[in-house]
């Protein structure tokens, strides 16, 4: 039977939303809540599956999670940082350090090798690639076995495999959390299962905590916990049973 996830600890959240509220404007004069008080915390380490139905809410929840888009109302810790106190640099500066982000499509850039792609938020970040960036990217891409990839334009791997050199970008600033929308949505159901058992590995071997979108049960279902979306509101909050 599925057991209730930890509602209260003493380390204290990699992340905690309060009461989110998220409400759009539609037209001229009117507006639109799709979240209508949104509570949920993540510990280091968690591997968790948002579900829920089309138009739920589950992407707005990860914008908001993902400091891209702000909150109506509502209570946001990241890492222990009040992030309604952050000025738009400190955003910016607490999204570099602990978030890694996957979407369904890639946005690789199609003029850089893999490589490049993967050292491209080092460069950003700081105007420079070091030695080390390149050595910490490449080591990446081998351990999501692009070993044989690292200098090809992304028009020249399959869809999975730009899949994987998506993931190795967000992991290249060992970021405690990488938030993931629809990882694999785009793929067949080979590349799917592969960058799936992928992440798994990695946070078995790195520590990653992943907070994954996805509609697929089966993927859902090999998360650790699942948390489900219904009309702007969580409907179920549960740890899932392995066999
Ligand atoms: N920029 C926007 N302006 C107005 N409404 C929006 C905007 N973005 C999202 N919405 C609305 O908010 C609601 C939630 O959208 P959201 O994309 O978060 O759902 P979702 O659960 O991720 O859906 P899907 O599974 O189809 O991707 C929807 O009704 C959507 O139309």
Redesign the pocket.
């Known amino acids: 039977m599925a057991t209730q996830p930890p509602t209260a600890s003493t380390t204290p959240s990699l992340l905690a939303l309060q009461s989110a509220r998220k409400s ?3 037209g001229l004069a009117s507006e ?1 809540e ?1 979240l209508h008080g949104i509570d949920l915390q993540l510990q280091a380490g968690e591997f968790v599956a948002l579900v ?12 908001i999670l993902g400091l891209l888009e702000p909150m109506t109302a509502g209570r946001y810790c990241l890492q222990g940082q009040e992030t309604s106190q952050l000025s738009d640099e400190g955003l910016t500066l607490l999204r570099r350090q602990a978030l890694g982000f996957v979407f369904q499509f890639h946005h690789l850039l199609p003029a850089f090798t893999a490589l490049e792609n993967v050292t491209l938020p080092a460069l950003m970040a700081h105007g420079v690639v070091t030695g080390q960036d390149k050595a910490r990217a490449t080591e990446l891409l081998k351990a999501v076995g692009l070993a044989q990839a690292l200098h090809k334009k992304p028009s020249e791997l399959s869809g999975g495999m730009q899949q994987r050199v998506a993931i190795a970008r967000a992991l290249v600033h060992q970021p405690p959390l990488v938030l993931a ?2 990882p694999t949505g785009n793929l067949d159901t080979q590349a799917s299962q592969e960058v799936f058992t992928l992440l798994r590995d990695i946070h078995a071997s790195q520590g990653t905590a992943f907070l994954i ?1 996805t ?1 697929d049960p089966r993927m859902a279902e090999r998360c650790d916990r699942l948390v489900e ?1 219904v009309d ?1 509101l969580i409907a179920r909050d549960t740890h899932t049973p392995h066999p």
């Open positions: 759009y404007n539609v639109v799709v829920g139905p089309s138009g739920s809410g589950k992407s707005t929840l990860l914008n929308d629809e979108v509609h979306v702007g």
